[in-house]
């Protein structure tokens, strides 16, 4: 049985012969009913509208069905029972399940316990495999993903898109430039990790340093959560705003990526240059994942 | 149970039955007992020496246990704080069985993931389970590194 839990799981060979069949699905090479008597639940203890909008989508293009739980609130969790159990007995009414959890390590241990594959949406501050793969298909849609030079921006400490990303990429020979504010810096382990496996990591001060050097910038959410009163969130969340006038200088081809909701990261009057590249981002979610849940059920 | 030598050093009589535990870091001797579940309310009689002159170690704790064997689900875990002890099965006062101890590559149930947001300190029915790396323990379910303090990890 084939479980997409964690972007450590993958080998360079199994991304890349995912992102090819996302292209597939991406140009309509595929059979339109290919999973038309399959069904698959959309499990999501955590509120989201992208991973399980793009989800529902794609599997209705293949012509399948899907039910699901929307929060925790309508589910058997608040009688108590365990996310073991629950998987348990959907397992037995679905031929897949897609799921979001606020625990990190949840998708793991959902996979111990489901008799059908399970998809991690999203576990925690832990992994978010498909939007990992959804942000390698939008850049290897410009460019080839190798020795390309690319910026994190924001809260890399508990992004978890930002990891996930960044691990997938050390198997690209990229070279990472990480621009954090201070306290929300990458993991010591996780630029470790990186380094281990090869990777080279510069930390920037800011992106005005960086943006010149880069080939694709991936700016995450700075969360208002982390911070303790609104203005030292609007004092740092100011310092990391996008905006037209930095891109004087930058490479032509220079990505911007987000993987949204933003909040503010990303003036919108970037959205009208050509460097703007998130909305494309999102919407290549829905091939990125109709090659997920055909892989798991076919 | 202790009695001071002649010479000067301090003896811990032998036992009958049991299980001596050697070559234990100096100063973990408590850790270990810990380890085992052995605190003031259980029955073993216990013999416990600490800062023992030792010629390979220079100083080492020594432990003994009377009427316990270990297990080897107890050894894996005394690996993580002392690797070089050694366990003694004392049998009829005869050591019957030598072994040292050897850190297993998976740890299942034996460290709690100091990570509050993972899974496994939840209700969830299953063990914590942690790869050992050299850099550290490395949790297989929300990827947390232990690298430092595991004794006041250890279940």
Known sequence: ?298 | MTRKDPSGGLIISPIRNGTVIDHITAGEALNVLRILGITGSTRECLSIATNVRSKRMGRKDVVKIENRELRTEEVDRIALLAPQAKINIIRDYRVVEKKGVEIPEILKGVVRCPNPGCITNTNEPVESTFEVLPKGLHCLYCDWLVKDDIANHII
């Open chain 1, 1 to 298: 049985m084939y479980h997409i839990i964690s972007i450590r799981d993958f080998e360079r060979s199994d991304l890349d012969y995912l992102l090819d069949r996302a292209g597939e699905f991406d140009t309509g090479k595929y059979r339109p009913q290919a999973l038309d008597d399959k069904l698959v639940a959309l499990l999501f203890f955590e509120p989201s509208t992208r991973t399980r909008m793009s989800f529902a989508t794609a599997m209705a293009r293949l012509g399948g069905r899907s039910i699901g739980v929307d929060s925790v609130e309508a589910s058997s969790i608040v009688k108590g029972e365990t996310l073991a159990d629950t998987i348990r007995v959907v397992s037995s009414y679905v031929d897949a399940i897609v799921l979001r959890h606020p625990k990190e390590g949840a998708a793991r241990l959902a996979s111990e316990f489901a008799s059908v594959p399970v998809i991690n949406a999203g576990d925690g501050a832990g992994q978010h495999p498909s939007q990992t793969l959804l942000d390698l298909y939008t850049i290897r849609q410009s460019m080839p993903i190798d020795g390309t030079d690319v910026g994190l921006l924001g809260d890399l400490r508990y992004g978890r898109t930002a990891h996930s990303l960044a691990l997938a990429l050390s198997l690209y020979g990229v070279t990472l430039h990480t621009i954090a504010p201070g306290g929300l810096e990458m993991p010591a382990n996780i630029t470790l990790e990186l380094r281990e496996r090869g990777m080279e990591v510069i930390e920037h001060a800011n992106v005005e340093e960086a943006i010149r050097e880069l080939d694709v910038l991936y700016v995450t959410r700075i969360q208002r959560e982390r911070f303790p009163d609104s203005a030292s969130y609007y004092n740092v969340a100011s310092s990391y705003r996008i905006t037209p006038d930095l891109f004087a200088g930058v490479r032509d081809h220079l990505m911007i990526l987000h993987p949204l909701p933003r909040a503010g990261e990303i003036d919108p009057a970037v959205d009208q240059t050509p460097y703007a590249r998130y909305f494309e981002q999102a919407r290549n979610g829905v091939p990125v994942r109709m090659a997920l849940l055909h892989e798991v059920m076919k």
